[in-house]
């Protein structure tokens, strides 16, 4: 009975170890735990109960040798006097030989308070190869570290998590910008972006919408008059996607999401500008092209122009 006290104890001991050295992966597996799909999550309970019914098992039959040796020394008296093999093991590796010496030898008088005597025991084996194992530890530690540099010292592990840190950071921002489509676009008023939308506009929409967006072939794209919406989204779209029946390019192929987003800010500035040849409108007066998605306020001015 004894012996499966301890076993349990010493299966106990491991779960316990094992958290506390998890703890420090913690955050990422649990992470990975809440990512795992319904299959990997049945395939980890399987996993699990296998393991509870083998340590079950094993369990089992350690209880059941406990017992077998039992009624062997029943039978046996000569084999009882026999120390078991954990008592053989104890006395080599963990405790020692404590019956053996005689007290007296032991007896430190000089040690001796109000009558109480110290012994002078030996150091258990256990301790005896804690402290070994440590040294040999500290040892190759000391020789990974300083010697060999194999291992990242803490400083070194601190700047490669930056490093990793900033990678990432660049693939976020990469991934916003390349995420632009027709319903995330924004009216971009940054001086950047407005100048990178003046240059692509006028290296490739010049030819058709004119230098200052008068209009030519395309249409004047600083009145408020609209073919396809003044909103920058359905400005955006018509870039992305083009009117190709009608003369007008897909850009998609050709600008990336964030420059048709520049462009299409662009555009917003054009309007109201004064063009040297304007086009004559085309399309429904439906305002101002807007940086926002709201429907637009048709222009009181406008109105009047149109109706002169
Ligand atoms: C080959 C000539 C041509 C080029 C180049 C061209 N467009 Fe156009 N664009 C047109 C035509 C034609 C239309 C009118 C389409 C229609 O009638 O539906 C138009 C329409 C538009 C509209 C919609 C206007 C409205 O009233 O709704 C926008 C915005 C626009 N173009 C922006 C651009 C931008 C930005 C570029 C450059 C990246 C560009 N275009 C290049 C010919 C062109």
């Known amino acids: 009975m004894k012996n499966i006290l301890t076993l349990l104890l010493a299966f106990v001991g491991l779960a316990a170890t094992n958290s506390v050295f998890a703890q420090e992966a913690e955050s990422s597996s649990y992470d990975k735990l809440m990512n795992m799909d319904g299959n990997q999550l049945t395939l980890l309970v399987i996993m699990g109960v296998i393991l509870g019914i083998i340590i079950l098992l094993l369990i089992l039959i350690i209880y059941l040798m406990s017992f077998i040796s039992a009624v062997f020394k029943k039978e046996n008296p000569a084999m009882a006097l026999e120390p078991s093999w954990w008592e053989s093991f104890k006395e080599k590796f963990i405790t020692g030989d404590v019956e053996d010496e005689a007290v007296e030898k032991k007896e430190m008088s000089d040690h001796s308070y109000d009558g109480i005597t110290e012994?002078?025991?030996f150091m258990p084996p256990w301790l005896q190869y804690v402290f070994l194992i440590t040294a040999v530890f500290g040892i190759g530690y000391f020789i990974n570290y300083t010697v060999l540099g194999y291992g990242k010292t803490g400083v070194e592990e601190y700047e490669e998590e930056l490093r990793v840190e900033a990678v990432l950071a660049e693939e976020r921002k990469a991934n916003t910008a390349t995420g632009i489509d027709e319903t995330t676009v924004v009216f971009d008023e940054t001086a950047n972006s407005l100048a990178s939308g003046k240059a692509i506009f006028e290296g490739n929409c010049a030819?058709?919408?004119a230098t200052d967006g008068g209009?030519?072939?395309g249409p004047n794209l600083t009145d408020d008059y609209w073919l396809h919406g003044n909103t920058i989204s359905d400005i955006f779209s018509v870039i992305k996607y083009g009117v190709?029946?009608?003369g007008m390019i897909p850009w998609q192929d050709q600008l990336s999401p964030e420059e048709i987003q520049?462009?299409?800010?662009?555009?917003?500035?054009l309007n109201g500008t004064s063009p040297v040849n304007p086009k004559d409108p085309q399309g429904e007066l439906v305002?101002?092209?807007t940086g926002d998605d709201l429907p637009a306020k048709t222009d009181s001015t406008a109105v009047i122009a149109a109706s002169n």
Do not use: P, Q, R, W
């Open 119 to 121: 012994l002078d025991n």
């Open 287 to 289: 305002g101002g092209s």
């Open 215 to 217: 209009g030519g072939v």
């Open 244 to 246: 190709v029946s009608k």
């Open 262 to 269: 520049n462009v299409s800010s662009y555009i917003v500035t």
């Open 207 to 209: 030819a058709c919408h």
